[in-house]
């Protein structure tokens, strides 16, 4: 499956998302623009923010997502997948909250896969447990949505005013075109992180999924509405199938 088609499948649901929850393009725009505006403009100070060396970021992400096993952590991972997968010498990509998983290990473990941590996918809402991602220096992949403008806004502030702050990729869900941004497709924090991990070339098959589950709220998820989070899952669930049958259908 081409990066194009990751993107393809993973850009409908969000349409269809739209749709199940009135919710406006429009916000996600404004959003969009808005988080866009935030790190340019900070990028004055923090040379690591600027459109030029986000792109680098990408690239160094994608080279070393290249560069051996992967996995991707969603919230309902659970300490023996992560030990199965550290020793199996995979690298991790967690998915916002589930970055908490950390804290539950013994120290020499903990800085171990602290080590073999490539990013956070975050759309912001993941406290208390991204803070530590933050103060590790961890690569953050930052999501714009129409609903998240004052978690992101309060997240860039923190960074920004971190002594060495994290290095930026910034994403948004709308159909357009966005210089300095990417859509790599999906909806939750979730999808959107196998997604990306696809869309910068890893098989989908070759992605470990730690944690992945649509029938539960899973511990490491944010503060959040059970119910609705579930209904959420559920396009998780099928942003994640449709991956795994390399098959773009309506």
């Not at 680098?56 to 080279?63: A, D, G, K, P, V």
């Not at 909806?187 to 992945?212: A, E, K, W």
Request: glycine share 6%.
């Amino acid at each position: 499956m081409s990066p194009h088609e990751v993107r393809s499948i993973g850009m409908r649901v969000q349409d269809r998302v739209r749709a199940q929850f009135s919710w406006p393009l429009e916000s996600d725009r404004e959003s969009a623009m808005m988080l866009l505006q935030s790190v340019n403009s900070l990028s004055t100070k923090i040379p690591d923010w600027t459109e030029e060396e986000r792109e680098n970021s990408i690239t160094s992400l994608q080279e070393r997502l290249l560069n051996g096993p992967i996995a991707a952590v969603g919230a309902a991972v659970n300490s023996d997948e992560i030990l199965s997968a550290l020793n199996s010498d995979h690298r991790f990509i967690f998915a916002d909250g589930s970055i908490g998983i950390i804290q539950e290990f013994e120290n020499e473990i903990r800085e171990k896969i602290w080590s073999k941590t490539l990013a956070l996918v975050t759309d912001a809402d993941g406290h208390p447990y991204i803070s530590q991602a933050a103060e590790r220096k961890i690569m953050h992949i930052l999501h714009a949505h129409g609903d998240n403008e004052e978690d992101w806004a309060k997240l860039v502030k923190e960074i920004s005013e971190m002594k060495a702050p994290p290095r930026l990729i910034l994403t948004h869900q709308t159909p357009d075109r966005i210089e300095g941004m990417l859509n790599p497709g999906g909806f939750t924090d979730g999808d959107r992180t196998i997604c990306l991990i696809g869309f910068l070339g890893v098989p989908i098959p070759q992605i470990s999924l730690l944690g992945y589950r649509s029938d539960i709220v899973g511990q490491w998820s944010g503060a959040t509405d059970p119910e609705r989070k579930l209904r959420k899952l559920i396009f998780m669930q099928e942003v994640i199938d449709r991956l795994l049958e390399g098959a773009p259908n309506d």
